[in-house]
């Protein structure tokens, strides 16, 4: 009787480290099986800086612009006090840049009497802290104009296909501001208007 109870508690024994053994291994099995990796986020890109170039036009203004443009002055030209083409080699479309004599009193003369501009969308605006006007004609391009000491100014933006070249225009409207023209404008300066338009209604009340 007495060896049959040692016995039976030698098997229970024996169960109960068989059972711990097991338990154990599992338990190092589970822990091999999921380690912990720990995560790392990629790195952020860094933003490039573009670098951009002062344009200081004789004709008394001054605007930015990225680097990497081409502009052409059209130094033929003999009419017009500026008259700049500002491209980019790998998009579609153009900015001008436009400097010329006007009869018009202001800019609502402007637009009520240019019979290219009065067809458009027309909005107030500034230029160059200017009273200015944002016209936007039936093709897509932009018109953003001013008149200062009898001169029409005006940026011409034709990128319906560029987005980038929408953004340039927008910096050069920005960055735009008069200066001291370097060379006074001479005596044999033309008075034309330089867009071959005749004008007949000069102010806003004359039409």
């Known amino acids: 009787m007495v060896y049959d109870t040692l016995e039976l508690m030698r098997k229970k024994i024996g169960l109960i480290m068989v059972a711990l053994f097991f338990t154990i291994i599992l338990s190092g099995c589970e822990k091999t099986e999921n380690p912990i990796v720990p995560t790392t986020s990629p790195p952020?890109?860094?933003?490039?800086?573009?670098?951009?170039?002062?344009?200081?036009?004789?004709?008394?203004?001054?605007?930015?612009?990225?680097?990497?443009?081409?502009?052409?002055?059209?130094?033929?030209?003999?009419?017009?006090?500026?008259?700049?083409?500002?491209?980019?080699?790998?998009?579609?479309g153009k900015i001008l840049v436009i400097a010329k004599d006007t009869k018009y009193v202001n800019v609502e003369a402007w637009v009520k009497t240019d019979k290219e501009i009065k067809a458009g969308k027309i909005e107030d605006t500034l230029l160059a802290e200017l009273k200015a006007k944002k016209i936007t004609l039936d093709d897509g391009r932009i018109v953003v104009g001013t008149i200062d000491?009898?001169?029409?100014?005006?940026?011409?933006?034709?990128?319906?296909?560029?987005?980038?070249?929408?953004?340039?225009?927008?910096?050069?409207?920005?960055?735009?501001?008069?200066?001291?023209?370097?060379?006074?404008?001479?005596?044999?300066?033309?008075?034309?208007?330089?867009s071959g338009l005749d004008i007949e209604e000069i102010s806003e009340d004359e039409e």
């Open 44 to 92: 952020s890109p860094t933003a490039v800086a573009i670098k951009t170039i002062n344009w200081e036009d004789p004709a008394g203004f001054v605007f930015e612009y990225p680097e990497g443009l081409k502009i052409d002055n059209h130094p033929e030209d003999k009419v017009n006090y500026a008259n700049l083409e500002i491209t980019d080699p790998q998009e579609d």
């Open 149 to 194: 000491q009898a001169i029409l100014f005006t940026i011409e933006g034709d990128f319906s296909k560029s987005q980038k070249l929408a953004g340039i225009f927008e910096k050069i409207i920005e960055s735009f501001k008069m200066v001291i023209p370097e060379v006074e404008k001479e005596e044999t300066a033309p008075s034309g208007n330089g």
